[in-house]
């Protein structure tokens, strides 16, 4: 069982950063694709970002040009920057792991998901 662990989360003003971690131990990461997805109170878990293996990235709308994607496989880590933060950006941050994913800004694309991370902007 692949066991995903983010960090990173906090609380910050309109117009802050954070920087999300998430770990995904096995070897097989370099090939996977790692994407993360956030969920508010009372909706559902939407997608924000992805990388695969070779390093393509696809982002939401709503994140686009706010939010970067990188991965290091050295480290197994995915990362994902996320600058000028608003108000609707207050969620749990999920990160999940995908292998020979069709789907990947799609929850049923992944295999793994870690617990969540909260992040909370305050205005």
Avoid: H
Avoid at 32 to 41: K, L, T, V
Avoid at 70 to 97: G, H, I, W
Wanted: include cysteine.
């Amino acid at each position: 069982q692949v066991q995903l662990v983010e960090s990173g989360g906090g609380s910050v003003q309109a117009g802050g950063s954070l920087n999300l971690s998430c770990v995904a131990p096995g070897r097989t990461f370099s090939g996977s694709a790692m994407g993360w997805f956030r969920q508010a109170p009372g909706t559902e878990r939407d997608f924000v970002a992805f990388i695969s293996g070779g390093y393509y990235t696809e982002y939401a709308d709503s994140v686009n040009g706010r939010f970067t994607i990188s991965r290091d496989n050295s480290k197994n880590t995915v990362f994902l920057q996320m600058n000028n933060l608003t108000p609707e950006d207050t969620a749990v941050y999920y990160c999940a792991q995908g292998f020979g994913s069709t789907a990947p800004t799609k929850r049923y694309g992944y295999n793994y998901w870690g617990r969540g991370t909260q992040v909370t902007v305050s205005s």
